[in-house]
Every structure is written in C-alpha cells, then in structure tokens.
C-alpha cells in the first residue's frame, strides 16, 4: 500500500496503480476526487492523450497526466490549484476550436462531458472565429450507430473499446494532426455484439445509438436501476423512465458481472416490455376479470385434487427468487411437489453473453427445482408461474393455468391465462450465472391491470381453500 | 549531396574515400579497433567508458549515452533490442545522411559495442524513406559484415555474442524520428508517440527491452573505446564533449557540413560557411533544427553545446543551423514553421493537434496582411498552452520556434499588422 496526499487529504492506495486507477479504486473518482478526464476509463486501456487529467505533483517540475501516473509512497498530488486550473482550461479552449458548439441540436446534451467541463474549465466567448475542421455529420457508422465527426474529440475510447473488448477493431483514426478523423476502416460497418457501447463511452456527442438519439431530451427521463434479463449473466443496468414509458437501458458498473458493458440485444430488450402483452384474464379463451381468473384457477386445482389427479408446477427462470420461493410454498399448500423448470438456451461468448437466455435459472436450482425441457408427462393440471418457451412440453397435460406477461404458445392453449408484470413492474432479485443475487426495481406501472405473481398465487389459493 | 564536410575531424576523416564504405577499406583505416577493445571489456566496463566519455546522444535530446545505456535491464529473459535512429526527419538537418553514406561501417561498429555492453541480441536501423542511399550503403554493410562472420552466431569469434542487424526503412513522417513514434512504425503501426511509462528499456520495439539512440551516436563509440575518454573528452567542452557534424543551410555562402568541437562559436562556424551570401547582413540564425528557437545577431558569439544555447534560450538540436539574411520575412518564417508543424503533428494530444493547427492559421493571417493585435496576443499566448504538456515533445517543437520568432522579431509581426500586408518584397501563400 503507498499513502498519497491529494489537496491535504492522505489515501491509502494500491501499489503500482495509476493516480486515476487509485482513486477510481475507492470509488472516489469524480465522487470526492474530481480530477477530469476524457480519454481514460476504468475498463480500457490507458491513452494519455487528452491530456485534461493534468494534475501537480510535488517534486515534479511539470504538471502529469493522473492517468498515466503510477503512485507512490507518500506523493503529494494537487488538482485543484490555478496551475491545474490554467491547464484544463487551455485543454478545454482547444478542443472547442473545432467542436460546433451544437448543444441545443445535439442529443448529448445534458450528459455531455464536454458540456460538464466547459461549464467548469470553459470560457464562455471563443477567441477566435477561424472556420472549424470541416468534417461529416450523421455518418452511417454500421447498423445501430450514427457519428457525427465535428463533434468527436478524438478521445479515442471508442477505437480502444472495439479493439480490446470485441476485438473487433472496426474504428480507427485516420489522417494526422488537426486533420485526424474517426472513421471505420473502409469496407467494415461498425457491427458487433456490442457496438452499442461506444455511445455510452463517448464523452460528446459523436457516437448515438441509432435508437435512442432524438427519442428524448435526456432531462426529461430519471434513471431507475435494475438487471438486464435476456442471459444468466445479469448485467446490471440503468433503465431511463419518462411518463411511465422506458427510453433505454444502459449498462451500469458492476465490476464483478460486466464491467460496464451490455451487449446490443440486452440493451434492445426494453421493447420487449411493450411488445405482445397478456392484457387481460382469460378463461377457456374468453376474457374474464381477474378475479374469475383466479376463481376458476383455485377450482381446477381443487378438483383435480379431489380426484386424485396429478397436479404439476412449472416456475420460470424470468421469475424472481421471491416469486419462485412462493411458488415452491404454493405448490406445497397444494401437495403438488417440486417444480420443473425449463431454460432456453442460445449462443454464449466469452465477454458477456451467456447460452443460458434467462436471468434467474440459478434461483430455480438454488430452490431445488429440477430441469426439464422436454415432456413434463401426464397431469391433470399445469400451473405456471412466468413465462416459459417450452410448449411442448404440455402435449399430455389436460388442463393449463398459466400466470404470465407475455402471450405465447402456451398462453394460446391455457384454459386460464392471468396477466402478470414484467420485471420492470415489480421488484426483486435475480440469482446470476455465477450466483450473484443482484436487485431489480419497479421500473414502470402496467398500462393494464396486471397482479404480482405473488398476489396471483395467494388468489388461487384462497379460491382452492 | 557532399561526399565528405568542409571541416573534417576524427569521425568524417576519411568520408572522401570511397573505399571506407568498403569493409576492407575501412579495416584498412583502423576501423574495428574499437569493437576489438570492447570484446577485451566486460560489458559493465564498456557502458562505465561510455558513460565517463560524457557523450551526449546526438539526435537533438542530448541525453547522456552512457546513462541511457545502463537502464537496461541487467538480466531478462527477454531478447534485448537496440535500435537506431536514423530517420533524420529534422528540418535543417542532414548529417546523419553523410555519416551512413560514407562511414556506414562507423555506425555498425558502434552498435556491436553497444550490444556488447546492453546484451542486446538484434538492432533495427530505422533509416528515413527517402534516404535511399544510406539504406544500400547500409545494407551493403551489414552484407559484408555478415559474410565476414562479424555479424551473427559468434561476431568477431566471440562465443556467445549473438547479434544480427536489420535495415529498416521508413514511411516518411517527421514523428517517426521521436522515439517511440518511431518504435510503433518499427512495428508497423501508425507512428504516434508512446506514452511513458512504459520507458523503451522496459518495454520497447515489440515489447522488448529497447535502447533507442541515434545514427551519429553510435557513430562516435568506437572512437571512444580505441583512442579512450580522455582523447574523447580532449574535444569539445567539459559538458558536451567530441564533436559533431553541424549542417549550415541558408543564406550563407557555403552551405554543408562541418565537423567540429561542440561549443565551437556560432560564429566561427558562420565564418567556414564562407559568411553571408552576396554580402548581405545577418537576420537570425535557428541554431539546431526547426524546432529550436531562433538567435538574433547579438548571440553570435555563443558556443554550440546545449549548454551554453540554454541560457540565451535556445537548443543545440540536431545542430543544423539555418541562418536567415536581412531580406527574410519573419513572419514567413513562422508560417513556414507552423504550417509544417500543423502538417506533422500525429494528432494524439489535445494541446498539440488543436495548437498547431491554430497557431499555423494566427501565422497565415499576419502575414497575409489580415491579422490584427489580438491575433498576435493569441500567437503569444497559445504556444504557452501547448508546451510541455504533451506526451512526447513534439508541442515543444511547434512552439519554441514560434516563440523565439515573437521574442526577438517582434517588429517584423506588428509591421504586418499596421500595413496590412507583408512589406517583404516576395508576397506569400502556402
């Protein structure tokens, strides 16, 4: 451990790590040490060229880049003082020069770290007028991003990225001095798993997501943190809100499940929460209020009980561990065993992406639920709580009730089908990959009536009492 | 091009012959000596004579050699590489052309003493693309060497001294001459300077333990190992010693090279290059290379070692002096200047990318009659925002000239200002 100083307050910081690491390390960064920065971040490698992390070492007769600077046993850093400050201002001048300076059109605006330091290191008039860099806008980068060259900084962070994360390497910088340009190398859109990312990374407004740029001023939205649910990694995430509709998921740092990256189908899963909803109850295909549902849910139960039939419970991988631990109390009121489950399984990588395509497989086999995938057998009756994709697997059940938030082939069959929230409805915890129990919380209200898992169960319970 | 320098010392004194590019040739003029006193060494020793000598490396930094050489890491597992800087990309500068057309054996020799002393296994010789001259004369070197057997398994007959050699020719950027600019274009990668740490010694070309020094460096080792420090450190001053090929251009009568002593007097260098062309007087003289700033007349008396250019606020450089007559626009200069320092910028650093190309535009504007006394409070004020906060020196180099212009010609910018035009005879466009 090395004791570094910075502005009269002592740290105690790893050896052998860089100022921005270090501090970034006790979560300090821009959170109590606000040293500015560009071109670094936490899960890329180090550039160094931005050079607006300057800050004044004591001993060193020039201003050092934080980034760049390993610490050491007793050092004693300033950042705050008007040798910094003149610094970060002369940064700050120059690479205005060729920025257009476009907030109110640009969609950055308001999370744009060229808006936030200008704001502090800036000076409000240009000193000089000449014509900017003349460069491209809304150029066609690949399938889910749109750059805007006068805007890029040229931090480089999106080029680092496709390089050392999907390694990729589909951006680079072309030409030399104030004539550098990002661009992709001829002939190679910018397509990946992940390519979403550079708009989170970029600090300006050049790279947006072909999704989200235009949707929304980003003020008018609040973020509400929750886990992505379409692969057992759970990334974790920040959905943005406005008017009860969701704009957007963006990757939130967790350094023990992803960094802070998702890739592009996780980020594009928030349609799904409006797409294809079970809207209202049904039974035997009619539409019935909820509390028929549940009635008619309760009377199937009892009776296939009273006549000794068998009665089988299907929970989801999409459900919460506090649903599945009620169903597993559920299905014990009904003498009906342990629960099956099924997983739906796809293509995994070696980043984020994992072949199991469900958040909460691991809370089901945390609770004791056994796998199936194929037929669940003979039954009289179904239960299903969450969604699930393996309709076959009912070929020789009699009766299905089926609570859950999306139709499905299964839905089309149940004889009752009760609505249920999504993930973005309710709040809860999902177990990942690697265990990890990890929350989410209520995003938005259903446009429709819609229970709980939790409420629908207790429903059908007092209707089998 | 010369065949040999209008002065001539111990390094050039034999450049006129042609058979000193010739592995016999230079045998035949006592060359080897040195390598052949090294072998004799250990390797501590040879780097501790290199480091007593007080050679200062010769590619416009002025690092101490000796010094350099011992941040090499002692053991590693990893191969350890020397490369050599020949890219010469200096404006004003062109003596390392001469010493690899006509003392390529010089060179070699050189490094196989610094291979000797650092371990190394292999060196790249990264010569300029457009020097295709000292590439053959180099290749036909190391050929010769090789066939020779000095090159290879066991050079000189010395068991377990391995060590190859590689031409390497550049693209043609003057950032490939910066270190590590040059290491990425080694590599094959765009040439933009390396961020340090790491330094070449611990992670250099391909990741490899790397000492990076320049063609006429390596050039003056083998002297030092034959004739001994003291014979070296006889010439030049106490800080600076040996010599060094002073390249002169501009409006003199003799433009060339001279070999002579580091801290010879500008002027007495002036008085070999035959004074000034056609009678005319003596405007300025940029002492080392377009990136030093440049000395009014009063300094003419000032010796060439870095040294004693610190304190009248410029540089030794690359010691290519280009001296400048009465007739010249300073402000051209300047233009000149940015525009080519605008061009070459590798375009990594904030400060660096978006100076020089603002500083080029200021420059443009004066001496197109259309600037104005903000324009030239902005000239003195950007370079300040550029120097020295970047990651290799090459903001340094944009931006002393432009301030050495502003400090001494100062009236040359505020003529053009109130004219509203250049009142140079020549008018001027890039």
Not at chain 1, 33 to 47: A, E, F, G, S
Not at chain 1, 53 to 61: F, H, L, N
Not at chain 1, 182 to 197: I, K, R
Not at chain 2, 286 to 300: K, Q
Request: glycine share 10%; aromatic share 8%; with cysteine.
């Amino acid at each position: 451990m090395a004791k570094i100083t910075i502005d009269g307050s002592e740290y105690e910081v790893a050896d052998g790590r860089m100022i921005l690491q270090a501090i970034d390390d006790l979560g300090l960064l821009m959170n109590g040490v606000d040293i500015p920065h560009y071109c670094w971040h936490p899960k890329l490698t180090i550039d160094g060229s931005c050079r607006l992390c300057q800050v004044e070492i004591e001993g060193m007769p020039k201003l050092q880049i934080a980034c760049n600077t390993p610490v050491k046993d007793g050092m004693k850093i300033n950042t705050a003082n008007e040798r910094v400050a003149k610094a970060r201002r002369g940064v700050m001048e120059l690479l205005l020069i060729n920025h257009p300076l476009d907030c109110p059109i640009c969609d950055q605006a308001g999370e744009c770290k060229l808006q936030d330091y200008a704001f502090d290191y800036g000076v409000a008039g240009a000193r000089t007028n000449e014509p900017r860099r003349p460069a491209k806008k809304s150029v066609d980068l690949g399938p889910t991003i749109v750059f805007d060259q006068e805007r890029c900084i040229l931090c480089r962070r999106c080029v680092r990225f496709c390089r050392e994360i999907p390694k990729t390497g589909e951006l680079g910088v072309f030409n030399r001095g104030d004539e550098s340009l990002l661009e992709t190398f001829p002939g190679v859109p910018l397509d990946n798993a992940y390519s979403m990312n550079v708009a989170d990374i970029c600090p300006v407004g050049a790279l947006t997501t072909r999704d989200f740029r235009f949707k929304i001023r980003v003020w008018f939205t609040d973020d509400v943190d929750s886990v992505c649910n379409q692969c057992a990694r759970g990334c974790n995430i920040s959905v943005s809100r406005s008017n009860n509709k969701i704009y957007r998921y963006v990757p939130r740092r967790n350094d023990q499940v992803n960094d802070t990256w998702m890739c592009d189908h996780g980020r594009m899963s928030y349609k799904l929460n409006g797409q294809g909803r079970l809207s209202h109850s049904r039974v035997d295909g009619k539409a019935a209020s909820a509390a028929a549902a549940t009635r008619r849910a309760g009377e199937l139960a009892r009776q296939a009980r009273a006549a000794g039939g068998r009665i089988v419970g299907v929970a989801s991988p999409f459900a919460s561990n506090e649903e599945l631990e009620a169903f597993r109390d559920f299905l014990g009121e009904l003498g009906a065993g342990q629960a099956r489950f099924a997983v739906p399984r796809g293509e995994g990588d070696d980043i984020l992406i994992e072949a199991e395509k469900a958040p909460n497989a691991a809370g089901c086999r945390a609770l004791g639920m056994s796998e199936t995938a194929d037929s669940l057998g003979h039954a009289d009756l179904a239960i299903v709580l969450g969604h699930t994709t393996h309709a076959a697997a009912f070929a020789d059940v009699r009766r299905v009730v089926l609570i859950d938030s999306h139709e499905s082939a299964l839905s089309a069959r149940a004889d009752v089908v009760i609505p249920a929230r999504t993930f973005l409805e309710k709040s809860g915890h999902f177990t990942n990959a690697d265990g990890i129990v990890q929350r989410f919380n209520a995003v938005v209200e259903p446009a429709f009536e819609a229970l709980e898992e939790r409420e629908a169960l207790a429903e059908i319970l007092k209707a089998v009492r | 091009m010369q065949k040999e320098p209008y002065v001539k010392n111990y390094l050039s004194e034999h450049y006129g012959s042609d058979s000193y590019r010739t592995l016999e040739g230079y045998e035949d003029a006592g060359g080897f000596a040195g390598i052949k006193k090294a072998l004799s060494l250990a390797p501590e020793e040879v780097t501790e004579a290199v480091k007593a000598s007080g050679l200062r490396g010769r590619g416009g930094a002025g690092f101490a050699t000796g010094l350099k050489w011992s941040f090499m890491p002692k053991t590693s597992d990893r191969m350890k590489v020397i490369v050599v800087n020949g890219d010469e990309s200096e404006p004003g500068s062109f003596k390392d052309r001469m010493i690899m057309e006509r003392g390529p054996f010089q060179i070699l020799e050189g490094i196989l003493i610094g291979a000797w002393a650092m371990g190394a296994r292999r060196t790249f010789v990264y010569v300029r693309g457009e020097y295709k001259e000292p590439i053959r004369a180099l290749e036909a070197a190391v050929a010769e060497m090789g066939a020779k057997k000095y090159l290879g398994k066991a050079c000189f007959g010395k068991k377990g001294f391995e060590h190859d050699i590689v031409i390497h020719s550049g693209a043609g950027a003057y950032i490939c001459g910066e270190e590590t600019g040059l290491l990425e274009s080694l590599e094959g990668k765009k040439g933009q300077p390396r961020k340090k740490p790491p330094f070449p010694a611990e992670y250099g070309a391909f990741g490899l333990p790397t000492t990076v020094n320049n063609v006429e460096t390596f050039a003056h080792v083998p002297f030092i190992l034959e004739k001994g420090v003291e014979w070296f450190r006889a010439r030049g001053t106490a800080k600076s010693p040996g010599t060094t090929l002073f390249g002169v251009s501009g409006h003199v009568e003799r433009p060339g090279l001279f070999e002579l002593p580091l801290g010879t007097p500008l002027r007495e260098i002036l008085g070999l290059a035959g004074g000034m062309r056609g009678g005319r007087r003596l405007k300025g003289v940029m002492p080392g290379g377009l990136s030093m700033p440049v000395l009014p007349p009063s300094e003419l008396d000032v010796g060439m070692a870095e040294e004693l250019l610190a304190p009248k606020g410029s540089h030794l450089g690359t010691g290519g002096v280009m001296v400048m007559d009465e007739t010249t626009c300073m402000v051209r200069v300047a233009c000149v200047t940015s525009y080519f320092f605008r061009d070459e910028s590798c375009g990594q650093c904030t400060q660096c990318r978006e100076g020089t190309g603002w500083v080029h535009k200021l420059c443009e504007r004066i001496e197109q009659g259309r600037g104005t006394a903000a324009d030239l409070a902005l000239l003195d004020d950007i370079p300040s925002l550029m120097e020295g906060q970047t990651i290799c020196a090459f903001a340094d180099a944009a931006a002393w000239p432009i301030q050495g212009l502003l400090k001494h010609f100062r009236a040359d910018f505020e003529a053009h200002i109130h004219e509203k035009k250049c009142p140079f005879s020549e008018s001027f466009e890039l």
